[in-house]
Every structure is written in C-alpha cells, then in structure tokens.
C-alpha cells in the first residue's frame, strides 16, 4: 500500500511530442547560413582593409616625421572601435532578444557599411589637418558600435536554424565568411599595391576598397532582409506570450548566468588573440619587424588563408563526431607547443620556410574558427542567448582580442629598445599565454554537440528524424532518453522562463563539464 502511495507521488516524466521537435527546412537553413555568413564576411573584409591597409593609413592621416609612431597611432585607431564594441553588443544584443535576431542583424549590416564607406570618403591629414584623424576615430568608432552586435547575432542565428546533429558544420560556415572577407580585403589590397605607384595609392588608391563597402553593405542587407525569424526564437515568444505573468528581467538572468558569462570570456580571449595576431598582426610583424616587403607578407598570409578555408568545415564536421571540447582542446594545444617553433619559421630568410610557419598557425587556428560558433551559443538559453553572448564576447574581445595588434607591436618595439635578444619571440609568447587561460576555460565548458540549445526543444533536418527522436525518447533504457538533454526535459519545461530559480540551477548544473 505504502510502495503504491509512494508511485503515486513520482513526477511524471515529461512527454516529447513530435511538435517540440523542430524541423528545419533545407533551403531556409542555406539562405540563413548564407546571409548571417555573408554579414560576417562584410564586417571581416572592412576591419581587414583596415589592418592590411595599416602602413599606408599612417601616412594617408598622421602628419609625417616619425613612422614607427604612426604606426602605433593607426593601431591605436583600430583598437578604439574595440572599446565601443561592449556598448554595441549591450545595446544590439538585448534588443536582439526583444524584437528578433533578424531585424537587428539587418540593421547592424548598415551601419558597418556606412562606417567603412566613411572612412572611403575622409580626407587626408594633409588637407584637413588633426580632423582627419578625428573623423577616421568618429569612422571605426560607428564600426565597433554596430560590430558589437554582428558576431553574436550572426552566431546566434545559425546555431539556432541548425539541426542539433549538424551545428559545428553549419557554423564553421560563419567563420568561412570571416575568412572570405580577410581573403577579399587582403586581395585587393595587394592587388593595388602590385598595380598602382606608390604616390597613387596614397593619394586615392586606398580608398578603392572603402568604398566598395557601399554595394556589398546593400547585398547583405538585401538578404538578411529576405530571411524569416529563427525557429527557436518564435517558440520562445509564443510561450512568453502564453505567460506574461512569468516575466523576468534581464538583468537577473543575465546575473544568474554569471558562470557561462566566464567561460565565454575566456573562450572568446584564446579564439580573438590567437585570430587578430595571424590575421591582423602578421602582415605588420612580416614588414615591420622583419623588414619584408608588405606585398610579400600579405600573399603568403592570402595564401594559408584559402587553405584554412578549404579545411574549416571539415573541422566543424569533427566537433560534431567527436565533440566541441576535443577540438577546443587540441587547438589549445597546439598553440602552447607550436607557437614558438612556428614563429622561428616565419623570423628565417627562407620564404617557404616562413609559409611553413604561417600555415602551422593558421592550422591550429582553424580548431577554434570551425568550433567557436556552435559552441559559445550553446552556453546560454534562448532567452538571453544574443545579450549575453554579444556582451560577454564583446567585452572580451575588447579588452584582450582587438588589443593584440597594438599590445604585441607595443611590446616588440619596446623589447627592441631595451636590446633584448627575445623581442620577436615575443608574438609566440602572447599566443602560448592565451592557450594557457584557453585550456582553463575550455576544462569548464560543458560538452554540447548533439543536443539542443539550452533553453529549447531538438532540432532535426527531417520529418522521420523527428519521429524517431520522439520514439527513442519515449523508450527510457535508451541512449537518447539518458543523455542530458533528455533528463533535463523529462524533470521540466522551459524553466529558464517558468522557474527563475530552476533556471539557475539548472544553468551552473549544464556549465559544468
């Protein structure tokens, strides 16, 4: 009678029906990578321009006399849009989360265009004087603002459209795009270099690229514009609609995050150094420290990226068979035991053994550009996932990404100032070090491939898909009714909108690795 009563008061297991399965349609998923990759590609190629574009700048909006200081003065620009970067993220991010991640992506799409097509039309220190520079800081600061709500939402939108099966391949595609951007920039930048004197590119040719941000801003917005909503983020507001009563604040669910917010930070800290120092940094190092020629320096960088995009998705597909944190781990690394013996390749006189170099880190690289978009959405629930995420990337690459650039080409010409004999070592040392607070985040990250996004229901490609999934879940001595996800939607619903306190709980349980 007791064992009975006892049943009797045993939760009921919470059903999986084949509505809480969503399916995602082919095309639809396509045109959404395609466009928030696009998006992606245009941010790329317009702070890209700029960084490959950085002796020339100097001398374009800087008054002459003293080139090593332009230099820092041109980086420090760049690294000013890094600052406004949180502000960005904290006003797109939130809103994002409001009214949708496709009406925000479309307007942040605008603004990047027209902050790099400012920066086309500004001119030069010897017309105008200081306001040259001023104007160019007014132009990079409206980039990082609107930047600051692109890579989370762009990230955000992808993980959410994709099947859970297949959301390391579908973002490696975002970062495909960031490349194809670099790619693009870094192309016609040496492209005008190899075709143009040298009085002509600073008296107009470098403008070249700027302006072409115009129409490609008008494409992306075009597409953007085309696309529906993501599946999860409709579920979301239906149920909130259902529920307004139940409304929490942002802020507290932000606050009850806090442990996903760290891990985020230091994720996005060992992915953004170890991006901007190949990316960004190289093409400066290779002609300013090393004394190559900057035409030189940009191919060999052109060509280790076309080869990184070649392998990207194939190392999103591994995070999907294999799991996230293996990658993230590998990558980590890689970059702890390679980084010196690769930047000795790059400081030879041989220019293979230079590639050689490049190439190795691009590799290592490539393990956090193909994994890094479905892994740091995976963090958050549906709810809060654009603002928290848009926050804490932002200020992450704020303070330690964006800042490598000006950091290492600081610290080199100190070095070299004070004779030391490790000055040009000292790229490696600033990558091994961020692979070191890598390695620790990536011990906390919870291992996410496979499952749904936190705070929503399975994602399949196909209608079968669905019902099989429904039907193994309903069979509990199943793989698929013991894994995480599963527990965790049999004991509850949606509790990071029902139960603010479930929510936390169930938030440092699923951070746990």
Same mark, same amino acid.
């Given at each position: ?16 029906? !084949?509505?809480?399965? +969503?399916? @995602? ?30 002796? !020339? ?34 006003? $797109? ?40 520079? @001023? *104007? =160019?800081?007014?132009?990079? *600061?409206?980039?990082?603002?609107? +930047? ?21 391949? /579908? ?10 951007? &670099? ?92 991006? &901007? /120092? ?16 900057? %035409? ?9 990226? @076309?080869?990184? /995009? ?34 000795? *390749?790059?400081?030879?006189?041989? %220019? ?50 964006? !800042?490598?650039?000006?950091? %290492? ?22 990558? /091994? ?10 011990? $906390? %990250? ?40 599963? =527990? ?26």
């Amino acid at each position: 009678m007791s064992a009975k009563k006892n049943d009797s008061k045993k939760p009921a297991r919470r059903k999986l029906t !084949t509505d809480d399965v +969503t399916v @995602v349609e082919e095309g639809l998923l396509k045109r959404a990578v395609s466009a928030a990759a696009l998006g992606n590609a245009m941010e790329w190629f317009d702070f890209g321009v700029y960084a490959y574009i950085t002796t !020339t700048i100097a001398q374009v909006f800087f008054p002459p006399g003293n080139d090593a200081l332009n230099i820092l003065f041109t980086f420090g620009t760049f690294t000013a849009a890094f600052i406004v970067r949180p502000i960005g993220g904290a006003f $797109f991010g939130p809103l994002g989360d409001r009214i949708g991640r496709q009406k925000v992506l479309a307007l942040t799409m605008i603004l990047m265009a027209a902050g790099t097509l400012a920066i086309g039309l500004i001119p030069s220190y010897a017309t105008i004087g200081l306001w040259a520079p @001023v *104007l =160019l800081l007014l132009a990079r *600061l409206l980039q990082g603002f609107s +930047t600051g709500g692109e890579y989370g939402g762009a990230a955000t939108f992808i993980a959410e459209y994709s099947p859970d099966k297949r959301r390391g391949f /579908m973002g490696s595609w975002l970062e495909f795009g960031t490349l194809a951007g &670099y790619v693009l920039g870094a192309s016609l930048v040496t492209g005008l270099q190899l075709g143009m004197s040298e009085e002509a590119l600073l008296a107009w040719g470098w403008r070249i690229p700027f302006l072409i941000a115009g129409p490609l801003g008008l494409i992306g917005l075009y597409l953007r514009l085309k696309l529906e909503e993501t599946p999860a983020f409709q579920k979301q507001q239906e149920e909130a609609a259902g529920r307004e009563h139940v409304k929490v604040p942002f802020v507290k669910l932000f606050a009850e995050n806090w442990r996903a917010l760290i891990v985020c930070i230091g994720l996005v800290l060992v992915f953004n150094v170890t991006d &901007y /120092m190949l990316l960004s940094y190289m093409p400066t190092y290779l002609t300013n420290t090393l004394g190559r020629s900057a %035409t030189s320096g940009l191919l060999l960088v052109i060509v280790v990226m @076309v080869l990184m /995009m070649i392998v990207i998705t194939f190392s999103g597909r591994l995070s999907d068979r294999f799991g996230r944190r293996p990658v993230l781990f590998a990558g980590c690394i890689g970059f702890l035991v390679l980084s010196w013996p690769a930047l000795k *390749l790059v400081q030879s006189e041989s %220019t293979p053994l230079v590639f050689v170099g490049l190439l190795v880190l691009g590799l290592v690289l490539v393990t956090f550009t193909s994994t890094m978009p479905s892994t740091l959405p995976a963090l958050f629930p549906t709810i809060i996932r654009y603002g928290a995420l848009a926050i804490a990337f932002n200020v992450s690459v704020s303070l330690f990404g964006g !800042t490598t650039p000006l950091a %290492t080409e600081a610290l080199v010409v100190w070095a070299e100032g004070e004779g030391f004999s490790w000055a040009h070592d000292i790229p490696a040392f600033y990558l /091994m070090a961020a692979a070191v607070i890598g390695l620790v985040a990536v011990w $906390f %990250t919870k291992e996410t491939a496979n499952e749904p996004l936190l705070g929503s229901g399975p994602s399949v490609a196909t209608d079968d898909e669905a019902r099989e999934l429904v039907e193994a879940y309903a069979d509990e001595s199943s793989e698929v009714a013991k894994s995480d996800w599963a =527990l965790e939607w049999a004991q509850s619903g949606l509790i990071d909108v029902v139960d603010p306190k479930a929510a936390e709980a169930d938030a440092a349980r699923r951070a746990r690795p």
